[in-house]
């Protein structure tokens, strides 16, 4: 009896002694999961990381690129092309032996002034003409309400034409001449043209600030 009762407690040890491999195994396994979550989602940010400096490095490469591809000598070529029309606007003016105005009133300034502001928008912002910049220019993302941004695409002249299309402080000085030359063959027909894009341009003004007035009340 007593080699039986001395020989009880080691049976129950070789019995409990699965039940504790199978537990340190399970715990061994859920601490490699652990450690391999853990591994994974590292490195999933390293390489959200990583790609995040790739794009950085390849946008400051693409902007020292088109620094190095500034068409210098074509914006050369539109400044030329803008003095010549400037020129033979006042060579015909002189072969017509009609002396040009002493003065713009300042009531026609205002006018074109308004006009040239909003027509250089349309022209370089808006959806709708976007047709006519699309072999200049590319989308880059949203603009203002009814407006997109883009940018100047190719080489060379056509780069160049782009980038003024891009920019309406660039086109607006070709958009004033506009309405000066129009102003001194046909003032008549130059101020109804320029009535058309003024009015337009104070009624977006005044939608502007319906919208803002509404952002306000909403606010209240």
Known sequence: MTSLSHRRPFVRQQTDSPWRVLSATASVASHLEIIMMNANRKSSGDSQVEQRNADRRKQRRRERRSRREKPTGNYAALVAVFNGVLATSLLVRKCLREPL?????????V????????????????????AFRAPFTEVEGKGGPGEIEE??????????????????????????????????FTP?????????????????????????????????
């Open 101 to 109: 105005p002493e003065r713009v009133e300042p009531k026609d300034i």
């Open 111 to 130: 006018l074109f002034a308004v006009a040239t502001q909003k027509l250089s928008r349309v022209i370089t912002k808006d959806k709708v003409t976007s």
């Open 151 to 184: 940018r100047a695409k190719g080489r060379g002249l056509r780069r160049a034409i782009g980038e003024l299309l891009t920019c309406p402080f660039c086109i607006g000085t070709w958009i004033a001449s506009g309405f000066i030359y129009g102003y001194i």
């Open 188 to 220: 008549r027909v130059t101020r109804v043209l320029a009535s058309i894009f003024a009015v337009s341009g104070l009624a977006d003004f005044l939608q502007q600030l319906y919208v803002k007035a509404q952002e306000m009340n909403e606010q209240k």
